[in-house]
C-alpha cells in the first residue's frame, strides 16, 4: 500500500461574487510512478469535478501545468510525488490574472510582454523566395535554438522578486527573449534600439540578480548567462550615450 498523501489546495472562483479564497484538504493513495498531473486529474474525476486546472501535453513541453508546489513555482506533470513529503501545498502562480483554483492566464501576460519588447526580427532586407536560403553560422544558430527552448510556463516570473513588486517589469522570459534577437545576425536593430526598450528599471536595470529565475526554471535556461550579457551590453551602452551628451 502506497503512502497516504495529503494535498492542500488553493480554491477560488473570481467569476463567483460569493466565492471566497480558501485552502481545500484532498487525500489520496500514492501509486506508481504517480505525477501532479495524474494526482489533479484523479481528485477532479474522483472526488470534485469542480476543481480547475491546466494542462495540454503532460510531457513539459506545453508549460500550461505550471503552479506553486510547496511554495516553488514548477510543472505538475514533471512532478514526481514519490520526490515530495506526505504533505503537498498547490497554489496558482502569482502576478498573472487568476482564472480559478490553479489556472492562470499566462497568455495575455506574454502576449503584452512580446508586443512591448517587440519581440520580432526587425529587418529591412526582402526576402527573394526564389533564392537560396542565407545560411546561418551553425554556433550562432545553436545558440539561439538553447534560448528559444522557452516554453512559456511562468515560472520565471512567479519566482522573480521584482516582477511581484512591480507589474510592467519584463521578467527573465522576456528578457531572454531579448537576448535572443540580439544574438541573430538578421535582426538589424541597433543596441540604441535595444536600449530604449529594456533599458529601464522595468527592464534590464530592474533585476536583481538573485536568480530564483534560473533556479526553477523547468528547461534549465541559461538566463543567468543571458541577464549578465544583456546587464553588460546595455551598461556600456548607457555609458556612451553619457559621453555623447557630455
Ligand atoms: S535575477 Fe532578475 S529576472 Fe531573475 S528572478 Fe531575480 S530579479 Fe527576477
Ligand atoms: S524561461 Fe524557463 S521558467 Fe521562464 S517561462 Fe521560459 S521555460 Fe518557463
Ligand atoms: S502539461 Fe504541458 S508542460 Fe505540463
Known amino acids: 500500500m502506497g503512502r497516504r498523501i495529503q494535498f492542500e489546495i488553493f480554491r477560488f472562483n473570481p467569476q463567483d461574487p460569493a466565492s471566497v479564497p480558501h485552502m481545500q484538504t484532498f487525500f489520496l493513495e500514492e501509486t506508481q510512478n504517480m505525477t501532479l498531473f495524474i494526482v489533479l486529474n484523479r481528485l477532479r474525476e474522483e472526488q470534485d469535478p469542480s476543481l480547475v486546472f491546466d494542462f495540454c501535453c503532460r510531457a513539459g513541453i506545453c508549460g500550461s501545468c505550471a503552479m506553486v508546489i510547496n511554495g516553488r513555482p514548477g510543472l505538475a506533470c514533471q512532478t514526481q510525488i514519490k520526490t515530495m513529503p506526505d504533505k503537498i501545498t498547490l497554489h496558482p502562480l502569482p502576478v498573472f490574472k487568476l482564472i480559478g483554483d490553479l489556472s492562470v492566464d499566462t497568455g495575455v501576460w506574454f502576449r503584452e510582454m512580446y508586443q512591448k519588447t517587440e519581440s520580432w526580427i526587425h529587418t529591412r532586407t526582402e526576402v527573394d523566395p526564389t533564392k537560396e536560403e542565407a545560411r546561418m553560422d551553425n554556433a550562432v544558430a545553436e545558440q539561439i535554438y538553447e534560448l528559444e527552448r522557452c516554453i512559456e510556463c511562468g515560472c520565471c516570473i512567479a519566482a522573480c522578486g521584482t516582477a511581484r513588486l512591480r507589474p510592467d517589469f519584463m521578467g527573465a522570459a522576456a528578457l531572454n527573449r531579448i537576448a535572443r534577437f540580439m544574438i541573430d545576425p538578421r535582426d ?46 546595455m551598461g556600456i551602452t548607457a555609458l556612451k550615450q553619457i559621453f555623447r551628451k557630455g
Open 188 to 233: 538589424e536593430r541597433s543596441e540604441k534600439d535595444y536600449f530604449d526598450i529594456i533599458g529601464t528599471d522595468y527592464g534590464i536595470f530592474g533585476c536583481m540578480g538573485l536568480l530564483a529565475c534560473e533556479d526553477v526554471c523547468p528547461k534549465n535556461l541559461p538566463l543567468q548567462n543571458q541577464l549578465g550579457f544583456l546587464r553588460r551590453k
